[in-house]
């Protein structure tokens, strides 16, 4: 039964009515095994939401959960940090593709503050801009989030400013994504470079999609060439990019 079941995938399912919608959450509520949920892609829209996500208040065994492409509101924030302090095992939060606002982003900041177990938060696609964005950053622990997507959100040098300040005192972070942040400019990746020289934990960094200039990339391949942690960077220009190799000597066979 529900009882045992760890791993729910219900992605893409036309999850939209509640009278359908009601009955799943009062059977996932009453499992204490539940480890990993996706709800991904089914437009639930605020109502529907906010109530699946107060119904798994209940399943304290819960990891991941993908609430991506759900049209979620900002009302669904607040019930997001109800869920995080009731479920404190809750270690992997995918909100990617909403509808949440900066207005919204600060009503979860509290909550992420007092979060011990997160690991990997995703707010790809969310138009949360700098205030949103910068609330959620400065609410983490700098030495507990593991990977951080915030794919085209609408920042700007401003964000990358209060991020460069967190990153030189995260010893955790491993993975940073940061495409479609065309409000970036070459002076706010100039600040980013001087934040990874203070970071020893970051393995992959994504800027695609972004408009920087030649120069400003130039600068920023050589940076992480000699980067001590740094095995993947992608940029603009291509889908998928191999890892950066270091540095070759004179010697070594071509």
Known sequence: GCSTIQSVSLASCQLSNMDELLPLVAALAMSKSLISLD???NQMGPEALVAL?????TSTSLKSLSIAENNGSNDCCVALGSLLQAVPSLTALNCARNAISAEGLLRLAPALRKSKALRSLNLEGNNAMDAGVCAVVEAMHPSLLL????????????FITSLSS?????????????DGNNRITDDGLVVLLHSLSQNRSLRLLSL???????????QLKTVVASHPSITELRLPGSAIHAAVEPPVSPRSPR
């Open 53 to 57: 996500l107060t119904g798994l208040e």
């Open 147 to 158: 990977t951080l997507n915030v794919s085209r959100v609408g920042v700007s040098d401003v």
């Open 166 to 178: 967190w990153l030189e005192k995260s010893k955790s972070l491993e993975e940073l994504v940061l």
């Open 39 to 41: 709800l991904s892609r």
């Open 208 to 218: 695609m999609d972004c408009a920087f200039s030649e120069v400003a990339l130039k």
